[in-house]
């Protein structure tokens, strides 16, 4: 008996004493969300997490295609040995695109990304007994962060599925489309309640949206609701917050000038090794043997000439507006397309066109030094306070406001060194004001966004497609065409086969 | 502490096995020899008790074993005897002498046979009448293989009851009824006699032993079982005959041996794992490698390290009753290897070599164009441009075709090159110690430079017989490769127009290189840029040179494993077993790549890059297994018991580091230490198994059957809420052969028939899988880096846990013409359910997918194995064929059935897993009438490719594509062949799959028309006009509408029939002994000698994802596999 009594004696140790311990091993190299969302570090943190989303959503490839390459602004350098992936860019600016298009997808899915992670915030925090000062700008900055993800969708998808709540299993996953109503009026109540628990921005700011972020997009919102008086009553608060706008327009995307008096809302990027550089120069430069005489750094890109600016953009520029030699460079260079070697970048003022030497347009605007291939410093504006002020100029001409409307477009025109506007009348300076915002704001994606929103994209771009096909061979003959109806882009053909609900 | 069910568990079992096996046996004294047998002292006292009662009695308080045929002896007669510690021998004397049996101890039993009458017997009123006068009386001695007498052997008239059994010295006397009679002889382990009698009055017998024998030890999970006794499906292979081929990997030698096991070389590159499917497994997450099983011990790590030459035995465990003791890493079957032990009395050195030459054989090389046709196609695609899409660019002045020198790219890629292979193996047994050492070398050059695959080895198995009743063993086995395979790319994948990524390695991209383009420069050395030399080209890509990439992009992998193990074994009281394991399984490894400024790029960047490009990653893991197990045997007449139970735990801990630089001053030092930006990260992996078995086997009268297990396995990779999974298992099986009704026929010399059911899991579901965990996801505020986390893609699952695989197996075993021909036959039906899902969620939920156990796959199919002995006189022919028919179909995915689309590949609900996927080529729009009536794609013209309008919506989109073709061969086979003639000795091994569909990844790139890549052959014939339209099924070159005809679609799919020879050997034994050596053996050997293949590809086995179910069958200019010519030695001291 006592051989047996060891054995089991030995089991049974064995077996208790392993049990509890030996089969509970969570994983050493990421956290686990049973164990995080505990204190406001943690908060803060996820928050964080959110934040990050603002680099895909509204800065990544499919941002400028859709906000500049989709509009008159800019176009694309045809690479004809180069296709594949290309071709879903150049689909998006032809209107040639469909709902497998990986460019609006992607925007699609990291707006939904940000707003997932926002509302893991706001779902949680309620519950991690934390005091009122440490959740109330938590709060206000994830609800800031929801409604402009929620704007974007909104404004490029139209009616989509309203999602408010963290995602604690799959059956949750699957919402039909809410209307464009509906999702309106989460986004201003999420922007409302931001504004109020908000801090009015402090200088030099952080990049954390502040009480005039959420100002300036809720009245953005307004805008595009047609809600003038609105709109006016909060860019008038924006207007006391402190900000200004530099005297230069150049510096104004100067890394050096990051999260500045001018600045209201921006996106983040840091240089370096740590993974937070920025790369949107090396897409719109040439395609290049070398990148060396264009960004300084040695290197090749292959996939490039994106977001070229077009000859009518260039044209558009009066003669001494200063924006234009601080936001279209020429890269001069030789070879075809697809073997072009640069020899430098030139300006594009006064420029005169040499003999065997070809110049590219490209946009200059965030092309600054830095020191590795594809890791620049430059941040990515969204909002800052000459959107500000011409969009109060506009909401008050709309009002009929047109005297102060002026002051407030002269005020941006000076600063371009320009002359004052000389339109007097409402729908003189409805035009005045448009044209202004498309150079004020040139390749920081708005202009698509505005030519709907104004009503003039399917004039406008009708027209830019026909000169198109007047210039380059390769534009398919359904480019450009039935465009009233492609304004909004399709949902995701992968979000249309898994959830019945958005058929 | 929470009481776990394991604990439970724990107790229960163990605690009930326990107190069953052991409560009859506390006052068994040990082991002893036969006179000590007799010598027993047995206290008994029975009264009018049948026999068969006394005699089971008796054999229980004596712990002997009663060898008697029942048939002689009747067991139903009533006897009364009293004892009171008396001895054995006496009691038995008493018992029996009245009954005319006579007994006499052998070994550990005890002989019982029929005494003639020859004195009257006392108490005559309990027999029955005495049998009939003797009309004849035979007389004789049955001898065994040695000429000694076999006692105990069987002697019947056949066709009657009648017989006897042999004494103690074999002899037998026995009355014969009147009429001609047959006497049938038989023992266990020899084959059965017939002699018919007409005269005769002595028939002395020798029975031959069976070599094919049914008392053949098979090695099962936990322990060895006789097989005939196996009530699964399992087979056995013997490794020898497998040596002389000139390979590797065990993996190799397995090709085409085992019914339902299928082993494809998918990539032909030095060192590249094949890919293993038993039964058709398919999982969509988890995996459908088996689990290997070495020496006991289940491995985690990579099997291609394992020297073939350190094999004894494979043991490969199919049905769900022969593998549930592996519970919930079974499900996928399981392969058990056991490595060479020496055997008793045995001293032997063996050293064997072989040496080889590798080459790519000319069938399966793809079909482009050369210089010419090139130039032509180039000139003509302008012309086109020119003509439809008024071009007005740079037109390449090629000038005069014939001016060009072809370069055959995927010919420049390949060379010669040699394989060679030695062990040495030093095997002795003598007194109480046992070793066998095999030290082993491989080395194999690839056939493209830069790859290459190098082994040493080292094997010692060690046993120490400490007394009669414990036994210890160390095994210990290390080894060390090294694997070179520069065409990896490693400057990553791409991503084309349609989605799909494209695995494209550089022989891939070989291909695309303009054949008018030299990989040489002048002066002979590599060039650097692959471009036309042709002024003006507006639109070819620079590549690098994929010669020099081969040549000089290094991609270097060492690793040093060591595999060893410890056990220690007691027997005690009698019948009992325990032993117990520390296993351990460890490996250090490290990975070094180096891209030189000159030999980066891909196919869309052309070197010089401007740095070179390194990286580092070492990777280390540990396994260590603990087992303890006691076992227990026990026969009690009729009966037999064997019961298993055990208690083990496992844990692996991986720890794993990468480190990359970047901005190298040059090529000159090639280690990180020279780059200027160092990018690293590390990071562990570990998970941990607590498991509890138990089995029991027990037969009657060793004809049924029938054997039950159980698994209870916890694992750290379920969730907190499914932590354990059991998986039983029960089967049964019934020696038809050995009935007395059987023996009356002598066409059908053996057979069995078994069926099985059990369940079996699946637990590669990852190791945190079950958790929702947060990834880094910083940013910056205020011009520092803040931290931030944000959850994963997956949605964490706290139900996640095991799959299962519910098995049922019927089957049967037989023998015909003197085991002339022996057949193997299974049925088996599996169902998957559980299965490890991901289910895709909306995106717009801020998750991808969730892991889910949501999914059910039905497997079912047929095996046979046929070995047959053609010939037996001077020239020896034996055949071994095996044909195996899987079939699955998919009964549920996810919770709303949703379609998974690989790449290539779909599953669907309703189907066959893992089906071609794409859209259904239906030619190209030849005539404008045509075209007008036709469904068209938004790109669509005259001439452009025609798809199939599947959902006959009218237009052609992504929502046409279709399943177009099942990559599941309808049946897979083997076909082994050796024969023997005086010293001579040849094998011929073949094996082939019929019925299944493959797909050519690389038609997308070589039929691509966009003017950029050289391409096949046959894109001369393409539509260039409605007056030269082509053949109909090439589309033409106008920008814009090329895309679609190069989506995968049925154009690309192939038939799929395939035989090839893998190995064929001839050797030659010396005839005589020297006295150098005792046998020495010289053959020549082709391995893959021949393909034939429906398939022009090099390898129908190719496949990219290997036998992945779910995203198998498609070819992308996979490492072809060559041929090998090789010459062997084999030598015996």
Partial sequence: MTIKHTLLLGLAALTTACTSDFLNLPPQGSVTASTFYQSGADFDQALTGAYQVTRPALTGISSWLMGEMRSDNTHYEYNGALRGTPELKEQLADFTDNDQNQHTNDKYYADYLGIARANIVLNRLPGAGLKADVTGPITGEARFLRALFYFDLVQYYGSVPLYLSEI????????????????????????????????????????????????????????????????????????????????????????????????????????????????????????????????????????????????????????????????????????????????????????????????????????????????????????????????????????????????LLNQVRTRAGLAPTTQTSQVQLRDAIARDRRLELAFENKRYLDLVRTGKAVEVLTAHGATLKGLYSNIQARAYTDIGTKLLAPIPYREKQINSLLN | MKKSLLTALVKITVVQIFMAVLFASLSFAADVNAQELLDRRVNVNLTQTPLKDALTQLSRVAQVKFVFNSKVIRLEQKVSIAAQNERLEDVL???????????????????????????????????????????????????????????????????????????????????????????????????????????????????????????????????????????????????????????????????GRIAGVQVDQTAGSPGNPLSFRIRGAASINAGNAPLFVVDGFPIVGDITNINPDEIETFSVLKDASASALYGSRAANGVILITTKHAKPG?????????????????????????????????????????????????????????????????????????????????????????????????KQQGVVEGTSYERYSLRANNEFQVSKNVRVGLNIAPAYQVVNNSIDNIAGSFFFADGYLGAFNNLSSALTAAPIVSPYNADGSLKVVLAQDVAGIPFQFKTPNWVRVARDRQNRRGSLRLLSGAFAEVSFLNGFTFK??????????????????????NIFEAPPMSSPYSEYNSNTYYSWLTENTLSYQKTLGNHRINALAGYTAQKYTQEFGNLTGFGFPDDKVRWLDAATTKNGGSN????????????????????????????????????????????PSVSVGWL?????????????????????????????????????????????????????????????????????????????????????????????????????????????????????????????????AVSSRNTTGALKWNTNFNISFNRNRVDKLGTNDTPITAGYNRTQVGSPIGQLYGYDFLGVYMTQEEFDRSPKEASSEVGTVKHRDVNGDGKIDANDQTLIGN??????????????????????????????????????????????????????????????????????????????????????????NYATVKNITLGYTLPGKSQYFSRARAYISIQQALVLSSYNGNNPEASINGLNGLAQGVDIAAYPIPRTYSVGLNLNF
Avoid at chain 1, 187 to 204: G, H, R, T, Y
Avoid at chain 2, 384 to 413: L, S
Avoid at chain 2, 587 to 597: G, H
């Fill in chain 1, 168 to 407: 604690s299993a799959p059956g949750e996953s699957y919402l039909g489309k809410s209307s464009v109503e509906d999702i309106y009026k989460i986004i201003i109540a999420d922007a409302q309640d931001a504004v109020s628990k908000l801090p009015v921005p402090k200088f030099p700011q952080t990049g954390r949206a502040t009480k005039g972020s959420a100002a300036m997009l809720l009245a953005h919102v307004y805008m595009v609701r047609k809600d003038y008086a609105g709109a006016e009553t909060l860019l008038r608060t924006v207007a006391q917050m402190g900000y200004t706008l530099l005297p230069d327009y150049a510096s104004v995307f100067s890394p050096a000038n990051k999260n500045s008096t001018e600045s209201i809302f921006e996106v983040q990027f840091q240089q370096g090794n740590q993974g937070q550089g920025s790369d949107f120069t090396y897409w719109f430069i040439p395609a290049s043997t070398t990148t060396k005489p264009i960004t300084g750094v040695d290197g090749n890109v292959s996939e490039a000439g994106w977001n070229v600016p077009t000859a009518e953009m260039i044209a558009a520029y009066e003669k001494g507006d200063k924006r234009l030699d601080a936001s279209i460079g020429l890269v001069e260079g030789t070879g075809v397309i697809g073997n072009f070697t640069p020899t430098g970048v030139v300006s594009i003022v006064g420029y005169t066109p040499k003999t065997g030497i070809v110049a590219k347009p490209f946009v200059k605007k965030y092309l600054h030094a830095h020191s590795q291939i594809r890791n620049t410093d430059d941040n990515w504006p969204i909002y800052r306070y000459a959107d500000a002020l011409l969009l109060l100029a506009e909401s008050l001409n709309e009002q009929s406001k047109t005297g102060e409307a002026v002051t």
């Fill in chain 2, 93 to 255: 004397l008493r018992l029996l002498t009245p009954l005319s049996i006579r007994f006499q101890a052998t070994g550990r039993q005890i002989v019982f046979s029929r005494l003639e009458p020859t004195r009257p017997v006392s108490n005559s009123t309990m027999l029955e009448p005495a049998v009939p006068p003797a009309e004849q009386v035979i007389t004789g001695r049955v001898r065994d293989e040695k000429g000694g007498g076999l006692p105990g052997a069987n002697v019947t008239i056949k066709g009657s009851t009648r017989g006897t059994t042999t004494d103690a010295d074999g002899n037998y006397r026995l009355t014969l009824p009147d009429g001609p009679a047959t006497l049938v002889f038989s023992s266990v382990g020899y084959i059965r006699q017939e002699i018919p009698i007409t005269t005769q009055s002595v028939v002395n017998v020798s029975l031959v032993v069976d070599n094919r024998s049914l008392e053949e030890i098979v090695v099962v999970g936990y322990g060895t079982q006789a097989k005939r006794d196996i009530t699964g499906s399992i087979v056995t292979l013997d490794t020898k005959g497998l040596a002389d081929q000139p390979v590797g990997q065990f993996a190799q030698q397995l090709q």
């Fill in chain 2, 346 to 442: 045995q001293t032997t050195v063996q050293f064997n070599a072989n040496y080889g030459v590798q080459q790519v054989p000319q069938r399966g090389r793809p079909g482009l164009m050369n210089a010419q046709e090139f130039v032509q196609f180039q000139k003509e695609y302008y012309d086109d441009k020119v003509k439809y899409e008024n071009y007005k660019g740079t037109i390449p002045q090629y000038g005069d075709p014939a001016r060009y020198q072809t370069t055959n790219w995927y010919d420049v890629m390949f060379r010669a090159a040699p394989v060679m292979n030695y062990s040495l193996s030093i095997n002795t047994a003598k007194d109480k110690f046992s070793s066998a050492i095999v030290a082993g070398y491989f």
């Fill in chain 2, 580 to 601: 117990t394991t520390a296993s351990v399984d460890l490996e250090n490894s490290s990975t070094k790549r180096f891209v030189p400024a000159e030999a980066g790029g």
């Fill in chain 2, 684 to 727: 562990t992996n570990e998970w941990s198994l607590l498991s509890v078995l138990g089995r029991v086997n027990y037969d009657y009268m060793g004809k049924y059957l029938v054997q039950a297990s159980l698994r209870q396995d916890g694992s750290s990779r379920f969730g907190a809420n499914k932590r354990y999974g059991v998986f």
């Fill in chain 2, 736 to 864: 038809a052969s050995d009935e007395a009704f059987f023996k009356s026929q002598s066409v059908v010399n053996y057979l069995k028939v078994r069926a099985s059911y059990g369940m079996v899991g699946n637990n590669n579901i990852g190791n945190y899988t079950q958790y929702s965990n947060l990834n880094t996801t910083n940013y910056v505020f205020g011009g520092s880096v803040a931290q931030g986390r944000s959850p994963s893609t997956s949605l964490g699952n706290p139900n996640l846990t095991w799959e299962t695989s519910k098995q049922l197996n019927i089957g049967t075993d037989f023998s015909l013409l003197n085991d002339r021909l022996a057949v193997t036959y299974d049925y088996y039906s599996k169902q998957t359910n559980g299965l490890l899902y991901q289910i895709d969620v909306p995106l717009a939920s801020g998750y991808a997918n969730v892991q889910s156990n949501v999914g059910q796959f039905s497997f079912w199919g047929h095996e046979v």
């Fill in chain 2, 967 to 1056: 990559p599941n061969p309808t049946f897979i086979f083997g076909l082994t062949n050796n024969l023997t003639y005086k010293n001579f000795d040849l094998s011929v091994i073949l094996s082939g799959a019929v019925g299944g569909k493959i797909l050519n990844g690389e038609l997308q790139l070589t039929e691509n028309l966009d003017g950029v890549f050289n391409l096949q052959r046959y894109i001369k014939d393409r539509w260039r006009s409605p007056e030269n339209p082509g053949n109909g099924t090439i589309p033409r070159t106008k920008d814009g509408t090329t895309p679609l005809a190069r989506l995968n679609n049925s154009h690309q799919v192939f038939n799929n």
